[in-house]
Every structure is written in structure tokens, then in C-alpha cells.
């Protein structure tokens, strides 16, 4: 985790990018401090790429500023930013052997033989490619081809290294070990990181902070568990993974909390969300499937309600329920580990949900 | 298999044979009689000798035409292939009004005739009170060359991934270091392809030399020059199956580097495991 005490390294104040009258990028205001893993995570065309573009330089915003480390970046060319980029395609030199793809940038700073030499094979290790300084780029494996890049990148010791969909073409196994590898590398070199990403998975495990960006704007900044537990509203919760939306009626709203009557969960206090807007007395809850739990014979909760299992779903590791509550215009969604035999629940079947209140989070629209 | 396609089976294969020896049985002639002791292109053949190439360094005319080809072929192939760097570059890099009715227009001369072209050339170019000469021949095989190096250079540039660029940029190097070090290198095959192929259709390109060159002579103008006097038929075979070995040696080369330049723009994505 960041210390709150680290300085800001990137100062984004109202950024808008604009092609004519579509806005990739939409008034984006946001700090991301040193050393920190930050994650700029959506759907495609959401403009994280956009964003991340701007700060290496290879775009300028329509308006706004953009500072690195404090200084701003205001027609300062990619060239003479102290940012590097892992590019998606990685966009190995295909001339240029291992070696000489890590010392392109290096050639431009005049270090000398020797120190160069000493540099390449530094960063050929730190990402586990020593020795292969002679292989031809076009020999390469996609993981491998993934490695160069992040030498040649970390190589320049910059102060922000900008990784965009780094992950995105290597297969699922290759993927999640390059997850864990990518983290380590990060606290190893304390630089800051900063990844754009489709997969809120990859963005959940990595990043000390997300933004959640939807059609050009950010909805939501903060820590992976407070984005996934505390989504702002419907389309953030809906993106980070599976959530039950609950109709409930507003009964009392003040400065920090709001107090909701629901069919199903009864009288509900919980955190007013920012935007929240309650459209007249409607508002909307919701709770993620896992946080409700089948409770078995004479199992009980503090919080619980009845239902009947209307589909189930194997998923291996878990089993995906479908249940009807009475008073509900739609069924719960649960997600159940396997090690009780949610898996042999019949269709039918009269069951008990237990759940904390606190899981039931209030969403803006 | 019906009666039909047992029958186009069995002599679509002979009808082949006969069409590529129709096609080049003309130009094998052409070596064969060089080669041949007797002074008319006759069989039977009376002997074997190499005189009529030996004759040919002789020839002050013959090296004067030389030269000037020479001289002609490379500066055409060199303004073409700049011209066409910058043309290819633009058609495959950007998007922009009138793209496609520019890149028809650039590629026309390839189907437009060339008598054509070359006389509307020379109304001109008396018109701007110019003197024909070996300036005026380049001029015109620049015309010639240009959509024959662009479409080799187009598919140099098609495939060639832009983040190539910006990775140079964003590891410190400035738009023209970007140029030398990374687009150069990776476009000198093609650009040396679209060098060869230049040469090569100035070289044979006999139109717009013989009416734009004056009293320059290029080889193609002096062939024909030499047609009419049957006594030197033997040197011009010789001459001409000089021609025709350069030409294919060039443009064989030519099409090998197209080839190796558009198979290492295309293996830079990072979706090859």
C-alpha cells in the first residue's frame, strides 16, 4: 500500500482530449502518487488508452495540464519525457537483437561502453533474460518478446513507467504469472507503474489504486477493495464482476447515509454514495453474489433470508445459484464454494441466505 | 469427374506449356543467335562465337548510350524512390480527403499510353522553351518509374506498426534519429527494391527517350537506331541479351527484398507466440 506521505508524481487537472465534438477524454482530474501501482481500468473506448497516450507524449490534450514529478508537461515531446512505455504490441525493433533493443535508448545518453554493457545485462536479469543479449527479436516467444519490452523500458530508469495492455496478448497461465512477476517488479524498483487494462481481474490484483473509466470519464478512484466492495454505481459495480441491484424505497437521506426500505432485506442504513440522486423515493442497492451465503440444517444468521433455487450453474471451485426471494421483482444471483454440496442443491429447493448488512452498498445511477 | 473436366485435365496443362513457350520461345531466340558465327539471325546455326560482345566495347556510340542510360536510370530511380518514400508514406500512414482518387491518379501511368504521355511531355517541355536532353529523358522516366516504386514501397510500408515509431520516440530519440535508426533500416529492402526496379524500367523504357532525349541517346534509342543497317543485327542481339540477363538479374533482386521487407514489417506484432 502507498504511504500517504509520497509526493504526487502525475497531476492530470481537467483533461479533456476532443476530436471534433466527441470527447475520448472527458474533464479527467486525478493525482497518482510515487512509487504507487495504478491501474486506468474500463471498457474499450472508455479513454484510458487516450489517457495514458497524453501522458507519454504521443497526444496532446485539447485542454487542461498534465505535470510529471511537478513539472508540467505543456508541449514537452515524448522524447524528452521521463516516462517509458510498454506498448501492447511491444513493439520489439525487429533489426535489432536483444541487446541492441535494450540500448536503443541508452545510445542517446552517451554512457560509454562499458557502463551501457553493465545496464542491458542488469535489466536482461532483473527480468529474467540473461545471456540472451544475442537472440534476434524475431526469435522471441510472446512472453519473451513482453520481457524485452519492459527491459528496454526500465532500462531508461524513468520515473513513471506506462504499461498499456501489456498482459493482453499472452495466454491465461503466462497472463497470471506475468501478474504476480509485474508486482514483484514494481516493489523491487519502486518506480511508479502505471497499467491500462481491459481485465478488472488484472487491475483487482495488482494496482495499489484504479480509476474506472467510462465513455471518456473517470466514475470512480480508490483501492481494489473499495472499488469492488464499494462501487459508486450500477456500471462500476457491474463492471468489476457480478452484483444483485436491489429496487429499494428512500426513507431518510442525510449528509453521509441514507436509510432504505427493500422487499427482500427490509430497513437498510448504509453510505450514501457521491452523485447519489435518489429519483424521487426510488433507489437502487446492491450485494455481490458471493456475499451471500447458503446457510445449511440448523445453521443460522443475524441477517437472513428465505428463497428457492431456481438454477444452478457448476463452475468447478463454485457453484452459481439462481434464487427466488418472495417480494423481489428479480431473483438473487449467489456464488457458493462447492464444499458443502451447493453443487447437489435440487431445483426447488427451499434455502436460507445469511448476509452482513454492511455488504449492501448503495449505487448511484 | 465428368467428360468435360477429364478433357480440360488433361490438356489445360499442354495449352500452359505452349502459352509460356509462345510467350518467351521469341526471347530465348534472341541469346541464341548472339551466340551464332553468322551475321543474319538464320537456322541452321553455323557455329558457336562470342565476336559480337567482343565487338561491342568498340563501339564509341554503343558506350556513349551506355552512359547515358547509366546516368539516366540512376538519377530517375533515385527521384523516384524519394518521391515515392514520401507518397507511399503518406498513402499507408494518414487518412485523408482525396486519398483514393490520389493514389489512382499516381498509379494511371502504369496503364496510360505511354506514347501518349511522352508527347504531351515533349509539347511542353518546347513550349517552356527547354532543350531536349538527358534532363528532360529523367524527367520523363521519373513519370514512368514513380507508380512502380510506390506500389513496391506501399507494401514495404503497409504493415508496418506505427508503435515501432513511438517506441523510438519515447525512449529519447527525435523524429529524425526515429527515421535513420529504426523506419530506414527497417524500409531498406524495399527502398533498394524500388532502386533496382527504377533502373530497370528506365534502362528498357525506350518512349519517352526517344522523344525527349534530343541528340542524347539512350541504349534502347540506339538499338533501334542500329535496326536499320542488317550488318550490325549480331551486335544489337548481343547487346539486347545484355539487356534482357540485367534486367532480370535486377528485378529478381528487386522482388527478393519486396519480399524480405514486407515478411519483417508483418512479424512485429506482439500476437506471435
Known amino acids: 500500500m502507498p504511504e500517504p506521505a509520497t509526493r504526487p508524481m502525475i497531476e492530470i487537472e481537467t483533461v479533456t482530449r476532443s476530436y471534433g465534438d466527441f470527447h475520448a477524454l472527458d474533464r479527467a482530474t486525478l493525482t497518482i502518487r510515487e512509487g504507487e501501482f495504478f491501474s486506468l481500468l474500463g471498457p474499450s473506448g472508455c479513454g484510458k488508452t487516450t489517457l495514458l497516450r497524453l501522458i507519454a507524449g504521443f497526444d496532446q490534450p485539447t485542454s487542461g495540464t498534465i505535470a510529471i514529478d511537478g513539472q508540467p508537461m505543456d508541449g514537452i515531446p515524448a522524447n524528452a519525457r521521463p516516462t517509458n512505455m510498454v506498448f501492447q504490441s511491444y513493439a520489439i525493433f525487429p533489426h535489432l537483437n536483444v541487446g541492441e533493443n535494450v540500448a536503443y535508448g541508452l545510445k542517446k545518453m552517451k554512457l560509454g561502453a562499458a557502463e551501457e554493457k553493465r545496464r542491458v545485462d542488469e535489466a536482461l536479469s532483473m527480468v529474467s533474460l540473461a545471456g540472451l543479449q544475442n537472440r534476434g527479436a524475431t526469435e522471441l516467444s510472446g512472453g519473451q518478446r513482453q520481457r524485452v519490452a519492459l527491459a528496454r523500458a526500465l532500462v531508461m530508469r524513468p520515473k513513471v513507467l506506462l504499461l498499456d495492455e501489456p498482459l493482453s496478448a499472452l495466454d491465461k497461465k503466462l497472463r497470471e504469472q506475468m501478474q504476480v512477476e509485474l508486482r514483484r517488479l514494481q516493489q523491487a524498483v519502486g518506480i511508479t507503474f502505471i497499467l491500462v487494462t481491459h481485465d478488472q481481474y488484472e487491475a483487482l490484483a495488482m494496482s495499489d489504486r484504479i480509476a474506472v473509466m467510462f465513455g471518456g470519464r473517470i466514475a470512480q478512484v480508490s483501492t481494489p477493495k473499495e472499488i469492488y466492495q464499494r462501487p459508486v454505481n450500477r456500471q462500476v459495480a457491474d463492471f468489476l464482476g457480478g452484483m444483485n441491484f436491489i429496487r429499494a424505497d428512500l426513507v431518510e437521506e442525510n449528509g453521509e447515509s441514507i436509510v432504505v426500505d427493500t422487499a427482500a432485506f427490509g430497513r437498510v442504513r448504509t453510505d450514501k454514495p457521491r452523485a447519489f440522486a435518489a429519483k424521487g423515493r426510488e433507489a437502487t442497492l446492491g450485494i455481490r453474489p458471493e456475499r451471500l451465503r447458503v446457510l445449511w440444517d440448523d445453521a443460522t444468521a443475524k441477517h437472513e433470508i428465505a428463497g428457492t433455487v431456481v438454477e444452478r450453474h457448476y463452475f468447478g471451485e463454485i457453484t452459481h445459484l439462481v434464487v427466488d426471494v418472495a417480494g423481489m421483482d428479480k431473483p438473487l444471483s449467489v456464488t457458493e464454494t462447492n464444499d458443502f454440496g451447493a453443487d447437489d442443491l435440487p431445483l426447488g429447493a427451499k434455502i436460507r441466505l445469511g448476509y452482513d448488512p454492511d455488504a449492501l452498498v448503495a449505487l448511484a445511477d | ?273
Not at chain 2, 235 to 256: K, N, Y
Request: proline share 5%; glycine share 8%; with cysteine.
Open chain 2, 1 to 273: 469427374m465428368s467428360a468435360a473436366r477429364r478433357l480440360a485435365a488433361n490438356w489445360l496443362p499442354a495449352y500452359a506449356a505452349l502459352f509460356v513457350l509462345f510467350l518467351y520461345l521469341p526471347v530465348l531466340l534472341l541469346p541464341i543467335f548472339s551466340l551464332n558465327s553468322s551475321a543474319s539471325p538464320r537456322f541452321p546455326l553455323t557455329g558457336f562465337t562470342l565476336k559480337w560482345y567482343a565487338g561491342l566495347p568498340k563501339t564509341p556510340a554503343l558506350l556513349d548510350a551506355a552512359w547515358n542510360s547509366l546516368v539516366v536510370g540512376v538519377s530517375a530511380a533515385v527521384l523516384a524512390t524519394v518521391l515515392g518514400i514520401c507518397a507511399a508514406r503518406a498513402l499507408t500512414r494518414y487518412r485523408f480527403r482525396g486519398q483514393r482518387a490520389m493514389q489512382g491518379l499516381i498509379m494511371a501511368p502504369l496503364v496510360m499510353p505511354e506514347i501518349i504521355v511522352a508527347v504531351s511531355i515533349l509539347i511542353i517541355v518546347l513550349a517552356l522553351g527547354m532543350p531536349l536532353t538527358l534532363f528532360t529523358v529523367t524527367l520523363g522516366h521519373v513519370l514512368v518509374c514513380l507508380p512502380y516504386s510506390i506500389s513496391v514501397l506501399i507494401s514495404g510500408f503497409e504493415g508496418f506498426d506505427r508503435s515501432l515509431e513511438e517506441a523510438s520516440a519515447d525512449l529519447g530519440e527525435t523524429s529524425f534519429g526515429t527515421f535513420r535508426r529504426v523506419t530506414l533500416p527497417m524500409m531498406a529492402p524495399a527502398i533498394i527494391s524500388s532502386l533496382l526496379v527504377g533502373f530497370t524500367i528506365s534502362l528498357d523504357d525506350f518512349m519517352m527517350a526517344f522523344f525527349l532525349g534530343g541528340n542524347d541517346v539512350t541504349l534502347p534509342v540506339y538499338i533501334w537506331g542500329q535496326l536499320r543497317f542488317a550488318a550490325r543485327l549480331p551486335g544489337v542481339l548481343a547487346l539486347g541479351t545484355l539487356l534482357l540477363v540485367a534486367s532480370i538479374v535486377l528485378l529478381t533482386i528487386a522482388e527478393l527484398l519486396r519480399r524480405r521487407a514486407q515478411e519483417r514489417t508483418q512479424t512485429t506484432g506482439g500476437l506471435l507466440a
